[in-house]
């Protein structure tokens, strides 16, 4: 596995930010995790910045890395099924490589010294207790022996089947299936004193073969006994006569819920759920829906009660024509509002989906006991009847959630990947904070994005930089980042790779290009393009990350910062081609937003001509001696305008080379490639 950045050339599209496979390894950006190990499947990443540590969940292995360099010193826990366990699962007709064996799939903070971690177990879940020691500098990580149990409801049999958790106050909330079929899907509250919880039982009302995404503790108010739990997660609705489509849902619960009477005995009396919609509207008035669900990151605020919540969403498999995948940004005000609004009601498998119009019993459906709204409510065992049946038959809201503006923050449509996973730091600039988005893909690529506001309530997306994490293209599973650290941690089902969330020398040696980049992690301090500080001076340092204007920022420094010329070396270049065969002029701008424009002179012409371009330059197919002449390559970008290459071509016949060969060997190079023999020569 390897790192290196790719390419966003295209004449009038994204341009590149570094060169071709340049390796971010020879910078010290970027450390893959080495360890030789018989391992795969690196997805649970858990952060314990307070122990300088990261915890990774793999296949029959925890590991815990260090967060400066994650091959330094790593400890290593081998937690394998029994021989007897694992011919178990084959004599059950499971693979011994992908299923067979134990992944492990939660880790959670017991208390400062241990961890509370389970894995699948062959099918057959298990959990145990893990001494990661009480200080950072104790060299402690390993099993406690003697407490393994069961980890039925907290981890899924199948590795396959995504599985969701948090341990809060010693109690474990997991989404999950509970069943070695994969067909009981449930939320279920073990662990702790309180009693144990799950959702009604094969009931498609209230998961529907659901594929769990996310989960997050997300207080209402400031009082205590309002605290709801969100999950995030996808899950099959079909309508009568109607192929089943997957939908987007966040459904929620009161932590304090200890379920009903009758028929929801030990079983939540508050889930509610509601549909998360990402769309895109088209001229004809249809909308181009994005269903499936990817990924979740919540970015919390000062506001404990209004984190953002950034979705990632796909089109769907069964019905897409197209591949495609999106970001839509969602707020708590209006998912507040939506689960404060109108049920879903049907009243039988052959009518549609409508929204309740009768008397809605009191409390509401889906509040907590003891909280704002219900403070002589000491449990949700004291709710009536009424209340309990309307929750079993109405766990589903009538309104969907949308996103903010009502439209995607990012989208990607006909291109060859998809996102498959988002994490987001917020940055500091000279002109403001930004909010920096890392997508992850299925190719193995991160995107490195910012969405900047413009008039009319519109937005510029900018993708600032896309490094390929894994040489072999795999999907990208998790991401964490480090913003007391500034690093950025990715795993995938082959390995884990650690880099810097910032690469400022890849935007060049100029002032200009520096601006012109407009990555808030960047600014030219007087000398070079480097990391942004507030505490440099003001008089050196030079940002402009919402407008990039080289113009204004860069007066006083000429393109580089220093008093030569970057653009005279290259004014005396001369490359020559054969005539008949092919050639290629290369151009690539430092800025990944400049548009690139070639212009030709030809000899015994006054005039300049526009000519067509290709990808990271102008190739020019069976030259004639009419292609000769002085070309000129210019990179635009916010009213400013700079040269870039500038080189006199010269077509040559073939008699013509034999006698160049002979004359020019001592002062000219020759390259014979797929484009034919090229000569550059300097005088």
């Not at 081998?78 to 499971?94: A, F, Q, T």
């Not at 009981?184 to 073969?209: E, H, P, V």
């Not at 609004?341 to 929204?355: C, D, I, L, R, T």
Request: charged content about 25%.
């Amino acid at each position: 596995s390897g790192l290196s950045a790719l390419p966003l050339h295209g004449c009038r599209t994204k341009k590149a930010v570094s060169n071709k496979h340049s390796n971010t390894e020879s910078t010290g950006t970027a450390h893959h995790f080495a360890y030789l190990l018989n391992t795969s499947d690196y997805r649970i990443l858990r952060m314990d910045e307070d122990h300088d540590r990261m915890y990774v969940g793999s296949k029959d292995h925890i590991l815990s890395l260090d967060l400066h360099d994650i091959n330094k010193d790593p400890h290593i826990i081998h937690w394998p099924v029994s021989e007897r366990r694992r011919m178990e699962c084959l004599v059950s007709g499971k693979d011994a490589n992908d299923e067979c064996a134990n992944f492990i799939r939660l880790i959670e903070p017991w208390n400062r010294t241990q961890l509370y971690v389970c894995g699948t177990g062959a099918y057959n879940p298990v959990c145990t207790f893990v001494n990661r020691g009480r200080k950072p500098q104790e060299e402690i990580f390993h099993l406690e022996p003697g407490k393994v149990e069961s980890g039925k409801g907290k981890c899924s049999y199948d590795p396959k089947l995504n599985s969701v958790s948090a341990l809060i106050n010693g109690e474990l909330y997991a989404g999950v299936y509970v069943d070695f079929m994969g067909t009981d899907s449930a939320i279920f509250r073990t662990l702790g004193t309180k009693t144990a919880m799950r959702t009604d039982q094969y009931n498609s009302r209230w998961l529907n073969d659901p594929t769990f995404i996310h989960v997050q503790l997300i207080p209402d108010s400031a009082e205590r006994n309002d605290d709801k739990l969100y999950f995030f997660f996808r899950e099959k609705s079909s309508e009568m006569g109607q192929s089943p489509v997957t939908q987007s849902r966040i459904g929620r619960i009161c932590l304090n819920d200890d379920g009903g009477h009758c028929c929801l005995v030990n079983k939540w009396s508050t889930f509610l759920k509601a549909r998360l919609i990402c769309s895109v509207p088209g001229a004809d008035g249809m909308e181009t829906h994005f269903d499936e669900l990817r990924d979740v990151y919540i970015q919390p605020t000062q506001d404990t009660k209004n984190p953002v919540i950034y979705g990632v969403f796909s089109v769907s498999g069964l019905v897409s024509v197209f591949k495609g995948s999106a970001v839509c940004v969602y707020s708590m005000a209006d998912i507040r509002m939506v689960f404060n609004g109108p049920f879903a009601h049907k009243e039988g498998p052959n009518y549609q989906w409508v929204a309740y119009t009768g008397k809605i019993p009191y409390p509401r459906p889906g509040t907590c006991p003891g909280g704002t709204f219900t403070p002589n409510m000491k449990s949700t065992k004291d709710y009536a009847d009424e209340v309990i049946n309307f929750m079993r038959n109405h766990p589903a809201m009538y309104n969907a959630v949308y996103p903010v503006h009502k439209r995607p923050l990012v989208v990607r449509t006909n291109v060859d990947y998809e996102f498959t996973t988002i994490t987001v730091d917020q940055v500091t600039a000279a002109d403001g904070n930004y909010e920096v988005l890392f997508l992850g893909t299925d190719k193995g690529t991160v995107q490195k994005v910012i969405v900047l506001p413009s008039d009319d309530l519109q937005t510029e997306e900018l993708v600032l930089e896309e490094v390929e994490v894994f040489k072999v293209p795999t999907p990208i599973t998790t991401m964490k980042i480090s913003s007391k650290r500034q690093q950025l941690y990715v795993s995938s089902g082959v390995g884990l790779t650690q880099l810097a969330l910032h690469r400022c020398d890849v935007y060049g040696e100029a002032c200009a290009d520096c601006c012109l980049a407009r990555d808030p992690y960047c600014a030219w301090d007087g000398k070079s393009c480097s990391r942004y500080s507030a505490s440099q001076k003001r008089r050196s340092r030079r940002q402009d990350v919402k407008y990039g204007n080289p113009i204004r920022q860069c007066r006083g420094f000429n393109s580089n910062g220093k008093t030569s010329n970057p653009v005279s070396f290259l004014a005396n270049m001369v490359q020559y081609g054969v005539e008949g065969s092919s050639t290629f002029l290369e151009c690539q701008a430092r800025s990944p937003h400049a548009v690139i424009k070639w212009h030709l002179q030809r000899d015994n012409s006054d005039r300049r001509k526009e000519v067509s371009c290709h990808i990271q330059g102008l190739l020019l197919r069976s030259l004639q001696p009419s292609d000769s002449g002085m070309y000129q390559c210019t990179a635009t970008e916010k009213n400013f305008k700079h040269t870039l290459v500038k080189l006199q071509l010269v077509v040559l016949s073939s008699r013509a080379v034999n006698n160049l060969l002979v004359e020019e060997k001592k002062t000219c190079s020759l390259c014979i490639g797929t484009f034919g023999a090229k000569y550059y020569c300097y005088y």
